[in-house]
């Protein structure tokens, strides 16, 4: 057996158990495979399962290591002429019969594309290579093949988009933990990306989402992970969502003037139990250090932890997390009508940043990889930079954007700019090894997606929008919402 799934396959046991022969293969069907996964028949599968909805609800899945879906497949000479499907009005486009994508390209387009069809793959690659067609369209996994079996072209106009991902059995967090971990540690150091160019020839990996920290597990400490059970069943005892609130974090989740709960997060929360129980108001905000809040939901004392909560390797081990719903990082903050916008307008100019924040550092490594000389001036507190700024002793302030935003939209005048110099993820903190919980969770926010509605309300807090989040795509069986007695 070969292949990129099997090369990882060896890699993961090599990493795990110190000998990449240490794994047995077992070839499975795509649109069975949960069924293997659940009966134990397998302990994962790699990256031939499409993450769905509907296989969201039935397993639980590791991070998106292939971006199928139907595309293009054009000579490098078209490129720039066919880059959507939009371009393809009267041009020949070859598909296979039967392989669903004259279907999915008719559905695109408000033409009639002009389709060659053909028995095989094969033979739709020998009439691109011959010109009877300027185009092959298929899946994606197929359409890497076809780089190599004919030189010159290249993969164009993707136009639907099935994220592939490991799979494993669900209320495991450990197996989790040891699945996500590993990518993370590969993705960082750049093994996967070795690995997939090998296998995937002229094609370019999908963006991983990166997890701050340095946190890894081994499989002996995979199996001691502990679980918390019947999240769904305590919200449906007390007919409320019980939500641990870091409190300070403005305009994420905070108190106002009259002591209220207030911000991004907690009005996500409050659409969230009118969707779970029909009533907005059925939940409690929970004040707590962030410590604490991860505490309480790995104990079952919270139903979730909200606030600007960071998605690092070391909060993975001990929480399971949601699907981002902001991407922080390092940012910069701006008096309102300046020129600068990202690091290279900081040439020769001031920036203040707080002691002991590791911001100067993270400023100086990104400004020394673009050529851009600056001088940063380091502030006691940020109420320190922060008058620096407005005093214009400094152009810029550097910091988390999960510090800055607060202080800069309650200043008249300061602003944040969009670019992130660093991308730190931030989502809803869950109880572990709760897989009902969290599709719950997750699968609410996807139909919020859908609708528009998770990006209307990002567009009332903050002013960097649109939002986009991870999407599966597909229908779920699972109601989005909890009966109360």
Sequence with gaps: MTGFDVALGRELARRWLGDPDAVLFRQVRSDTAAQHILAGDVDLTLTALPHTQDAEAQVDFGPRLFDDGYALLVNSTDALTITAPSDLEGVP?????????????????????????????????????????????????RLVRGLQDVPGTVIAGQFSHIPLAPAFGPNEPGMGDLVNLTLQEMFVAGDFYDLYTRWFTGDSAPTAEVWPGRAMVTPEEA???????????????????????????????????????????????????????GDRTAVDFLPVPLDDGLRMVTSG????????????????????FGLTIYVAGEGLMVRAGTTVDDVTALDGQQVAAVAGTGSSDTLQQVAQVAQVSLVILTKPTLEDALAALESGEVVAVVGDRADLLGPAYATPGIGVTA?????????????????????????????????????????QWFDDGPFELEEWP???????????P
């Design 93 to 141: 486009v070859g598909v296979v019969s039967g392989s669903g994508a004259s279907a999915a390209l008719r559905a695109t387009v408000p033409f009639t594309p002009t389709f060659f069809t053909y028995e095989t793959f094969g033979q739709a690659l020998e009439a691109l290579a011959r010109g009877e067609v300027r185009g092959v369209s298929d899946l994606r996994r």
């Design 223 to 277: 199996a001691s992970a502990t679980s918390v059970s019947s999240t769904i069943a305590n919200i449906q005892a007390r007919g409320r969502l019980r939500v641990a609130m870091v409190s300070d974090r403005s305009p994420f989740a905070y108190l106002d003037a009259a002591g209220d709960p207030a911000g991004y997060e907690v009005h996500l929360m409050r659409l969230i139990a009118d969707r779970w129980l």
């Design 301 to 320: 004392g919270a139903d979730l932890l909200i606030g600007a909560v960071p998605h690092t390797r070391e909060a993975e081990r001990q929480a399971d």
């Design 419 to 459: 670019d992130r110099l660093t991308r730190v993820p931030l989502a809803f903190a869950l109880p572990p090894g709760d897989s009902s919980f969290r599709d719950l969770v997750n699968l609410t926010l996807q139909a919020m997606d859908r609708e528009g509605t998770l990006n209307a309300v990002y567009e």
């Design 474 to 484: 597909g229908e779920s069986g699972v109601l989005l919402r909890i009966a109360v």
